[in-house]
C-alpha cells in the first residue's frame, strides 16, 4: 500500500488541528477520571464543570447528580437545585430530590421546603424520607412551631438524640431576661438591672458612677457653687437616665445572644451532619 | 485503493493521538497557557490542573504549579498562590525555578500584609549563596514591602541601594518627609492638651480638648484648695484623667489618620501609575 506524502502530511494536518475537544485528555473516560479527582481533592466547582460537561455528552442522569453534588457542596445552590430537579432516573430520584428539599432548607426558602412533605417522589424511598423528616424536625425547632417531642426525636439516630433532646430543652426553658424588670430594677437601685442581665462590672461602674455624681452635686451645692452643683446633678441624672436605657438593651442583647447562640448551634450541628445528606461513598 | 485511505487515515488517527502522548500533554499545556494569557484564570486553572492529572512524569510540574499559583494571584487568591509557588518550588529543576517560585511567594506575601514573613524569606535568599547575583532584586522587594507597611523611610532606605529604583526611592523620600510624626503629636498634647491635634490640622477638636481640661483642671485644684478632698480625688479621676488621656489617645489617633491618608494616596498613584515592577 502506497499513500501519497501529500495525503499523509494532510491528514496529520486535520487530526493536529481538530481543535481541543479531540484531545485524548478531554474524551468523555479522561473528563471522568478528572472529575472523580476534582471532586475528591474538594475542588467542586471545577468537578461540577466536567460532569456537566459528561452529561451534555451522554444525557446520563448520574451525572447530572454528580454535577448537582458538586455544585451544592460549592454553595452555587441555585445551579444544584435546577440540576437535582431534573433528575429523572427513578433509582437516582429519592435523593435528588432530598437533596433538593435540602437546597431549599438551606436557602431559607421555607416554602418550597415544606411542599416536600407532599412529593410522592421522595417519599418512594424510606431512607430519602427519613433525612427530610430530620431535616423538618429542625425547622420546627428553628420556627417555635408546636412541638411534639417524641415524634420529632423518633427520626433522629441514637447518636443524635442527644443533642435534640438539648435543643428542645432550650425551647422549652430558654432562660430569657425581662426587660420590664431590669430597667424597674435599675431606676430603684442603678445598676442592678445590669446585673440582673449579667453584666456584672457595667452593673458596678453604673452604681459607682451615678453615685459619685450624686455625691459631688450635694458637696457643690453645700460648699456654695451652685452651677458646678447644677452641672454634677445633671451629669449624674444622665448617667442615671443612661443607665435605665442601658439595663433595658442589656435584657435585650442578652436575649438576642441567648438565640444567636441557640441558631449558631443548631448550624454547627447540621454542618456537622452535612444536613442528613448521605455519603453517597464518592471518594473512598 | 478508497479502503487502503480509509485504514490508513484510522491509523493515523489512532498512533497520532496514543502513540506520543508527551504530544497531547504539550497541547494541553499550550491550550492551558492560552487561556491563562487571555485572562481566563478560573478556565486556565482547570486545564493545568487537567495537565497535572495526566503527567505521570510530571514534567510539567513546575510550570503548571507556578501558572496556577499565577492565576490564583490574579484572582486575588493569595493564599492559593502561595500553596501553588511552594508546590513549584517543589518542582523546580533548576536555582533560577526555586528563586522565581520564592519570588512570587514573597510577592503575595507582600500583596496580603504579611511583611513579616515577606522579610524574613528575602533575609533567607539573601543568605543563599545560590542567589548571591540576585542581591538587587531581592532589596527592590524589600523596598516594596516597607511600602506595604507604611514604613516609607525604610522603603527610600532600601530602593536608594539599588540604581533602577531611584524614582521609587524619591517617593518613599517624599511620602516619609509628608508624614506626621505620631509620636511627637501624642507628646505635646501630653504637654499642652489639645496641641496635638493643632499639629495635625483638627483646630476644632483641639479647641475642645484644651477646653475640656482647663474646665476640669481647675474644678479638680478647686476642690483641693477648699479641702473637698474627696470631690478633688473624684472628678480628677472620672473627668480630668479620661478628658486628659482620651486627648493624648485623640492626638495619636488624629495622625495615624493623616499619614493613612498620605499612603493611600501615594499607594493609589503607585497602583495606578507607577510603571515599574510592582508585587
Same mark, same amino acid.
Do not use: C, H, V
Given at each position: 500500500m502506497r499513500i501519497k506524502p501529500t495525503v499523509l502530511l494532510i491528514l496529520i494536518f486535520f487530526t493536529r488541528i481538530s481543535g481541543q475537544e479531540n484531545f485524548l485528555l478531554h474524551s468523555p473516560q479522561k473528563i471522568k477520571q478528572f472529575a472523580d479527582f476534582l471532586f475528591c481533592d474538594k475542588d467542586y466547582l471545577r468537578a461540577a464543570e466536567e460532569y456537566e460537561k459528561l452529561f451534555s455528552i451522554s444525557k446520563v442522569d448520574s451525572f447530572l447528580f454528580l454535577s448537582s453534588l458538586a455544585y451544592s457542596l460549592s454553595r452555587n445552590y441555585n445551579s444544584a437545585a435546577s440540576g437535582f430537579s431534573r433528575i429523572s432516573d427513578l433509582s437516582l430520584k429519592p435523593d435528588a430530590k432530598f437533596e433538593f428539599y435540602k437546597i431549599k432548607f438551606i436557602q431559607e426558602d421555607f416554602e418550597n421546603f415544606l411542599s416536600g412533605e407532599k412529593d410522592s417522589?421522595?417519599?418512594?424511598?424510606?431512607q430519602s424520607l427519613k433525612r427530610y423528616l430530620k431535616l423538618k424536625g429542625i425547622f420546627s425547632l428553628m420556627h417555635n412551631e408546636t412541638l411534639n417531642e417524641e415524634v420529632i426525636l423518633n427520626t433522629f439516630q441514637t447518636d443524635e438524640v442527644e443533642t435534640i433532646q438539648k435543643f428542645f430543652g432550650f425551647k422549652k426553658n430558654p432562660g430569657i431576661k425581662s426587660e420590664v424588670a431590669a430597667g424597674l430594677l435599675s431606676a430603684l437601685i442603678p445598676g442592678t438591672g445590669k446585673i440582673y442581665t449579667e453584666n456584672f462590672a457595667d452593673g458596678l461602674m453604673a452604681f459607682l458612677s451615678t453615685g459619685i455624681f450624686s455625691y459631688l452635686s450635694y458637696s457643690n451645692f453645700k460648699a456654695g457653687h451652685n452651677f458646678r452643683g447644677w452641672l454634677f446633678a445633671g451629669l449624674g441624672g444622665l448617667f442615671y437616665a443612661g443607665n435605665i436605657y442601658g439595663s433595658i438593651a442589656?435584657?435585650?442583647?442578652?436575649?438576642?445572644? !441567648?438565640?444567636?447562640d441557640f441558631e449558631n448551634s443548631l448550624k454547627i450541628f447540621l454542618e456537622e451532619k452535612k444536613y442528613f445528606s448521605p455519603d453517597y461513598g464518592l471518594c473512598k | 485503493m478508497m479502503k487502503k485511505i480509509f485504514f490508513a487515515f484510522l491509523l493515523i488517527i489512532v498512533f497520532n493521538k496514543t502513540l506520543f502522548p508527551q504530544d497531547e500533554l504539550k497541547e494541553q499545556f499550550q491550550f492551558a497557557n492560552k487561556l491563562y494569557e487571555q485572562g481566563k484564570y478560573f478556565d486556565a486553572i482547570t486545564e493545568f490542573k487537567r495537565l497535572q492529572f495526566f503527567d505521570e512524569k510530571r514534567e510539567y510540574e513546575f510550570i503548571s504549579n507556578f501558572l496556577i499559583g499565577k492565576c490564583y494571584k490574579e484572582g486575588a487568591k493569595l493564599s492559593d498562590a502561595i500553596f501553588y509557588f511552594s508546590k513549584a518550588e517543589i518542582g523546580a529543576a533548576s536555582s533560577q525555578q526555586i528563586f522565581d517560585s520564592r519570588i512570587e511567594v514573597i510577592k503575595s506575601n507582600i500583596l496580603r500584609k504579611t511583611i513579616s514573613r515577606a522579610l524574613k524569606m528575602i533575609d533567607?535568599?539573601?543568605a543563599d549563596e545560590r542567589f548571591f547575583r540576585k542581591k538587587d532584586t531581592l532589596i527592590y522587594w524589600s523596598g516594596w514591602a516597607y511600602i506595604i507597611n507604611g514604613e516609607w523611610d525604610k522603603a527610600a532606605e532600601q530602593f536608594s541601594q539599588v540604581s533602577f529604583a531611584n524614582s521609587l526611592a524619591d517617593l518613599c523620600d517624599s511620602i516619609d518627609s509628608e508624614s506626621y510624626s505620631v509620636l511627637f503629636a501624642k507628646y505635646i498634647s501630653y504637654?499642652?492638651?489639645?496641641?496635638?491635634?493643632?499639629?495635625?490640622?483638627?483646630? !476644632?477638636s483641639g479647641l475642645l480638648s484644651l477646653g475640656w481640661n482647663v474646665l476640669w483642671g481647675y474644678t479638680t485644684v478647686n476642690a483641693f484648695i477648699e479641702e473637698r478632698i474627696f470631690d478633688g480625688f473624684a472628678v480628677? =479621676?472620672?473627668?480630668? !484623667?479620661?478628658?486628659?488621656?482620651?486627648?493624648?489617645?485623640?492626638?495619636?489617633?488624629?495622625?495615624?489618620?493623616? =499619614?493613612?491618608?498620605?499612603?493611600?494616596?501615594?499607594?493609589?498613584?503607585?497602583?495606578?501609575?507607577?510603571?515599574? !515592577?510592582k508585587p
Open positions: 417522589d421522595m417519599k418512594a424511598e424510606e442589656s435584657a435585650q442583647i442578652f436575649n438576642a445572644k !441567648l438565640n444567636i | 533567607e535568599l539573601k504637654i499642652i492638651p489639645g496641641a496635638g491635634q493643632f499639629y495635625t490640622g483638627n483646630f !476644632l480628677a =479621676n472620672f473627668l480630668w !484623667l479620661r478628658f486628659y488621656s482620651g486627648n493624648i489617645q485623640n492626638a495619636e489617633q488624629f495622625a495615624l489618620i493623616k =499619614n493613612l491618608e498620605i499612603s493611600n494616596k501615594a499607594l493609589d498613584y503607585l497602583q495606578y501609575q507607577f510603571s515599574g !515592577l
